[in-house]
């Protein structure tokens, strides 16, 4: 499958600010086929029925749109799905396969690089625009039509000269990725055929993820630590990765590499990752809130100027896992650090 990245996507807040290192780490571990991820059952098993139906009608599968909290793996789905249908795909005795092309929202800020993104696409080509949310109504706009009807207007020349060109696309899919599927414009989202939410991981799923990389990195590890691992990954796929990649430095220069529950603990106890998976960042922000608004409901803005957090950081990032163990919650009033977060932290 050829992948191609095509537009910046600096300042993104899944993948795009990813270093280099950190992309290509990802890369080697990523799932190539639905068979080979882990989890997010009910998703697969809706997702190989539209992608059987497609492929049987000889069509490209309808537009996706994948939303959830960061790191449970959309892009990694959005390439699992552009593989599936290029698989066994072949044009008049060719053997042509669809590429997978990678956008982002704030990468595309103009509908002109929207259409040079689209022109370039051939039939039954995947692509993909992670933070959906981020493109600016007037880009949202133009994806409509090419969503809908494979054509796009776009306008040429200046003032009184100006004239709008009808431009025909090749049958494409487009999937899309958000953290917040309520900050997509409702016409946008009804455009999508197949809507998903990724959900958190079960631990032994998390386990099941850090057993295939350790293979796949050739890592010697014991059962026990890689449970360990498991329960301080925030159940989610990203992290668990990131988490195995600094106990395996550690081994390596402490153990010969190999990682026991023993090595893990004492690495994990270095990261000052805590027995929840909770790192500094997210204690701090529970005892910011504890400190000022004990259990008192506190604005996300104000808890932002606080911090000095971004408030889409810390409801995109800090947030969602919070929530998922209980620790935070969501009141009309704001948000509410439960008693179980403040036992926690002691
Ligand atoms: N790596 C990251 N996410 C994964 C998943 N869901 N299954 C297998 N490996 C993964």
Redesign the pocket.
């Known amino acids: 499958m050829a992948v191609e990245r095509i537009v910046d996507a600096r300042g993104s807040s899944d993948d795009g600010d990813m270093p280099d290192e950190q992309q290509k780490f990802?890369n080697t571990?990523?799932?190539q086929r639905l068979s080979?991820?882990?989890?997010?059952e009910s998703l697969k098993t809706s997702l190989q029925l539209a992608i059987d139906a497609a492929k049987q009608r000889n069509e490209p599968i309808d537009h996706v749109l994948l939303f959830g909290p960061p790191g449970?793996?959309k892009t990694?789905?959005a390439g699992v799905i552009a593989n599936e249908m290029a698989a066994n795909t072949k044009k008049k005795g060719e053997e042509q396969k669809p590429n997978f092309k990678v956008a982002s929202g704030p990468g595309i800020s103009r509908p002109g690089d929207l259409a040079s993104v689209l022109t370039s696409l051939q039939d039954g080509d995947v692509l993909f625009i992670d933070e959906i949310h981020r493109l600016s109504r007037q880009v949202e706009e133009t994806l409509y039509s090419a969503m809908e009807d494979y054509v796009i207007d776009i306008m040429i020349g200046k003032g009184p000269a100006v004239r709008s060109v009808r431009l025909s696309l090749p049958r494409f899919t487009l999937i899309g990725a958000t953290t917040r599927a309520g900050a997509l414009a409702n016409p946008l989202r009804d455009r999508f055929g197949l809507v998903y939410r990724l959900e958190y991981?079960s631990e032994p799923?998390i386990k099941?993820?850090i057993t295939?990389?350790s293979r796949i990195l050739d890592l010697t590890i014991t059962d026990e630590a890689a449970t360990m691992l498991s329960s301080r990954a925030r159940l989610t796929?990203?992290i668990?990765?990131r988490l195995l990649k600094r106990v395996r430095d550690y081994a390596e220069l402490n153990n010969n590499g190999k990682i026991d529950v023993a090595i893990a603990e004492q690495s994990l106890e270095l990261l000052q990752i805590d027995r929840l998976g909770l790192d500094i960042a997210d204690r701090s922000l529970l005892r910011t809130i504890l400190d000022h608004y004990g259990e008192r409901p506190v604005g996300i803005k104000t808890l932002a100027a606080l911090t000095g957090d971004e408030a889409s950081t810390i409801e995109d990032y800090y947030e969602p896992y919070l929530m998922q163990i209980g620790f935070l919650e969501r009141t009309p009033r704001g948000r509410v650090v439960t008693g179980r977060a403040k036992k926690h932290l002691g």
């Open positions: 990802e571990l990523r799932p080979e991820y882990i989890g997010q449970l793996g990694t789905l991981y799923h099941e993820i295939r990389s796929p990203r668990a990765n």
